[in-house]
């Protein structure tokens, strides 16, 4: 979150929502290749920077297109599709477990 309060001052959103996105899609790769628990807290760190900035941009730009007055309704709004997306994650992933 910090990086993009800084990359925000410098680039236009639309610019960092797109490289943020790309960058994010891939962010579980690094889970492939953990062989021990040194590996997975580097890999945690990774995936975190990696989906974070994804995540910071999308709400971001939410933000700057929401009405005056409405943003703590979007930000109610954003929290219960992220709760909703994980708990559908967690489903899909036990059923390919």
């Not at 943020?20 to 889970?31: A, D, K, Y």
């Not at 929401?66 to 708990?87: K, N, V």
């Not at 559908?88 to 992933?93: R, S």
Request: charged share 10%; proline share 6%.
């Amino acid at each position: 979150v910090a990086l993009y309060g800084y990359l925000c001052q410098k680039f236009p959103p639309r610019k960092l929502l797109f490289w943020s996105v790309l960058i994010g899609v891939p962010q579980f790769v690094p889970m492939a290749f953990i062989q021990d628990g040194q590996q997975a807290l580097l890999a945690a760190g990774l995936i975190g920077l990696l989906g974070g900035m994804a995540n910071v941009a999308c709400i971001d730009i939410a933000m700057r297109a929401c009405p005056p007055g409405l943003q703590g309704t979007l930000m109610m709004m954003i929290a219960a599709t992220f709760a909703l997306s994980m708990r559908a994650g967690d489903v899909i992933g036990t059923w390919i477990y």
